[in-house]
């Protein structure tokens, strides 16, 4: 799948702690998340384990098209 990011995606990876945070993780967030919210705005919530950061779990939120990626990052109230 080729992933499309928002401006606002963009501009936050300039911060140290998204920085971090491999596009390869991201991908594979979107490809097998092990929880999907749908958010009243159409927005997409999937969470995965990310097992080279320790098993912390990674948050994406895709737009409504299921493949622009608005934001990610490590989830640190996830329960799984």
Known sequence: MK???T???LST????????VDINWIK??????VKEVVQADGRIRR???IP???GKYLRV???PDGKTVHNAFFDRGFIP
Request: charged share 30%.
């Open 7 to 9: 401006q606002y995606f």
């Open 61 to 63: 939120i895709l737009l």
């Open 3 to 5: 992933l499309k990011f």
């Open 28 to 33: 594979a967030v979107v490809e097998k998340p």
């Open 52 to 54: 080279e950061a320790n």
């Open 13 to 20: 990876r300039q911060r140290p702690d998204r920085a971090s």
């Open 47 to 49: 969470w995965a384990p």
